[in-house]
């Protein structure tokens, strides 16, 4: 938790080269990411309008992680009463923590195929996903629509609605060159910022 907090000021400190402040963002990304890495980072470039180049809109790093603290604080209280209450089961000899730790993510394989909206309002609903016991999606309440989709490595089945990952445990495994090849060079252009911040249509394994 220091690390975010303190990668989160250096991203406001408008005294640092604008690299680092973009640098500092990415950090807080590696220590909170409701999405995951990637589709988190890709959530942001587009919700906060960071362009290719940040030093046109320094502003738009604080945008994102003002963004990505304001999820976090939805999380941060309900992980440490969940801290404090594990602490008495362990004194009471309870091996098995009850209910279990919460989860602040879902994974979304699919770096441009996640929830829409604040981070903030799709946080409660990722809380809960653990132990939602519905037919549905846990996060966006759709039915049971699933689709697949392939990076090269696996095959996910995700919510057809929000692209939140739906399959089992263990999916697919696959060995698809083309679209590793693909799929990498799709991030490369999300990192560098080349990417259109449209909604995500996601390709079909």
């Known amino acids: 938790m220091t690390s975010f907090a303190t990668h989160r ?5 408008a005294a640092l080269p604008v690299h680092r402040r973009m640098s500092a963002l990415r950090t807080c990304l590696t220590e909170f990411a ?40 939805v999380w941060v209280p309900g992980i440490l009463a969940w801290q404090e209450a594990r602490r008495i089961q362990k004194r009471a000899g309870v ?18 195929f996640h929830p829409l909206g604040p981070l903030a309002e ?26 697949s989709w392939s990076d090269g490595h696996r095959v996910y089945a995700l919510c057809a609605h929000c692209g939140v990952e739906r399959g089992p445990s263990a999916p697919e495994t696959v060995d698809d060159p083309h679209l590793r090849i693909a799929c990498a060079a799709r991030w490369r252009a999300v990192w560098r910022g080349d990417a259109e911040w449209e909604r995500p249509y996601p390709p079909r394994a």
């Open 9 to 13: 000021l250096r991203v406001h400190d």
């Open 34 to 73: 409701p999405y995951g890495l990637r589709a988190t980072f890709h959530h942001l470039r587009g919700s906060a309008g960071i362009p290719r180049d940040p030093a046109r809109d320094p502003d738009s790093l604080v945008r994102a992680v003002e963004e990505l603290q304001a999820a976090r604080e």
């Open 95 to 112: 091996r098995l923590p009850k209910p279990p730790e919460p989860r602040p993510w879902v994974s979304c394989p699919n770096l441009e």
């Open 122 to 147: 799709v946080m409660p609903r990722i809380l809960r996903a653990r132990e939602y016991a519905g037919a549905g999606c846990a996060v966006c309440g759709a039915d049971r629509s699933v689709l």
